[in-house]
């Protein structure tokens, strides 16, 4: 079974809809993130969490809100879709100790499009 | 700010032969990790090779090898003996070593535009 895993893997919506990604990872890692790829601007950071209390922007925040619902758990929503926010959507999670803490370990990605 | 520069768009190479990817970064830190990442058609991430700036041996994972050049903040991928299963999406990625969780975003990846890379048989 996959470590991150990410839902839906593909969605279309339209515009003005509340649209909500989650991510689950099984790899008992405290850091997640959320980030967006864009083709030719390679991936951008969105937000990002160290822990379930602890939530942070990332460069590209507005439009998006996540909730960290547990160490686990990490879901990202868009409020009112619009058709610019049409991207593949990765989550990512990273230990705080040891030598994986150095690597981040992406999920399968989320293909986002908003008509 | 950090910044990760990829200056080739799109590569070709010949089944088994070497291919190498160029990465510029810039920081005004000291310690930082760098890290190739391989993103196929399935759109998986797949980190392919890390490197300590602290460390002055470059790195080696089999066929991938990078060589890493601090002073000139140079950070390139070599693919040898190139293989069909090899072509793909590659990205730099860079990621300060700071401890500082105040400084919000010490552990977040910075990426490269990325370089498309075509294996012909």
């Known amino acids: 079974d996959a470590d991150v895993t990410q839902t839906p893997r593909n969605r279309i919506t339209k515009t003005g809809k509340r649209i909500m990604l989650e991510c689950s990872q099984t790899?008992?890692?405290?850091?997640m993130y959320w980030y967006r790829q864009d083709p030719g601007l390679g991936l951008r950071l969105i937000y990002y969490?160290?822990?379930?209390?602890?939530?942070n922007k990332g460069e590209i925040s507005d439009g998006y809100s996540v909730s960290r619902q547990a160490q686990a758990k990490f879901s990202l929503s868009l409020e009112s879709a619009i058709p610019n926010q049409t991207a593949l959507y990765f989550c990512?999670?990273?230990?705080?100790?040891?030598?994986?803490?150095?690597?981040?370990?992406f999920g399968p990605g989320t293909r986002l499009t908003v008509l | 700010a950090q910044t990760v520069t990829q200056s080739q768009p799109e590569m070709s190479v010949q089944e088994a032969e070497t291919v190498t990817l160029s990465c510029t970064y810039d920081?005004?830190?000291?310690?930082?990790?760098l890290f190739w990442y391989k993103q196929p058609p399935s759109r998986q991430m797949i980190l392919v090779i890390r490197?300590?700036?602290?460390?002055?041996q470059n790195a080696t994972e089999n066929r991938f090898s990078v060589n890493f050049q601090k002073a000139a903040k140079s950070f390139s991928l070599k693919i040898s003996d190139s293989q069909l299963g090899d072509a793909a999406m590659y990205f730099c990625?860079?990621?300060?070593?700071?401890?500082?969780?105040?400084?919000?975003?010490?552990?977040?990846?910075?990426f490269g535009k990325g370089t498309k890379l075509t294996v012909n048989p």
């Open positions: 790899k008992g890692h405290d850091r």
């Open positions: 990512a999670t990273s230990a705080i100790g040891g030598r994986a803490r150095n690597e981040q370990f």
């Open positions: 490197q300590e700036a602290y460390k002055q």
């Open positions: 969490s160290f822990d379930v209390k602890d939530i």
């Open positions: 920081t005004s830190e000291s310690d930082y990790y």
């Open positions: 990625a860079y990621r300060s070593a700071s401890h500082a969780l105040t400084q919000g975003g010490s552990e977040k990846l910075v």
